[in-house]
């Protein structure tokens, strides 16, 4: 599922994602309370979760997520680059963490690596 309000780059996700045929996207959303109710709805087993979505932040998100849709793994996609802010992130139970900078490189990794039982975080985070 692939959750983000931007919708030129929501796109850029999406075709990445085709890049790979076992990858199918379920679904697509831009709205935080919409992501929740979704998540619960179709339990996928990966989330792209953007940060600043309208309605319901992505940390929010997150956070219920966590509770309607546990075996769902969050990967957030965002602007925010704070070595605390990505810790936070990965204490509410993402798995991963791309700059949405780093994402033309890291998004298939990231997805590998989740999907491999592994933590992925963009760029010099992963130290």
């Not at 983000?4 to 796109?11: G, I, M, T, Y």
């Not at 998004?107 to 592994?118: E, N, Q, V």
């Amino acid at each position: 599922m692939v959750v983000e309000d931007f919708v030129s780059f929501r796109n850029f996700v999406c075709s990445k994602l085709k890049q790979r045929p076992e990858l199918q996207v379920i679904c697509e959303v831009s709205d935080g309370l919409e992501a929740v109710q979704k998540a619960e709805e179709l339990q996928p087993d990966l989330i792209l979760l953007d940060i600043g979505l309208p309605t319901l932040n992505g940390i929010e998100v997150a956070r219920r997520v966590r509770e309607l849709a546990p075996k769902s793994k969050i990967i957030f996609l965002s602007q925010e680059t704070s070595p605390d802010f990505v810790k936070h992130a990965l204490v509410l139970g993402a798995l991963g963490y791309i700059f949405k900078t780093h994402a033309e490189g890291d998004l298939l990794m990231a997805i590998d690596a989740i999907l491999s039982g592994r933590l992925f975080v963009s760029g010099a985070q992963a130290k």
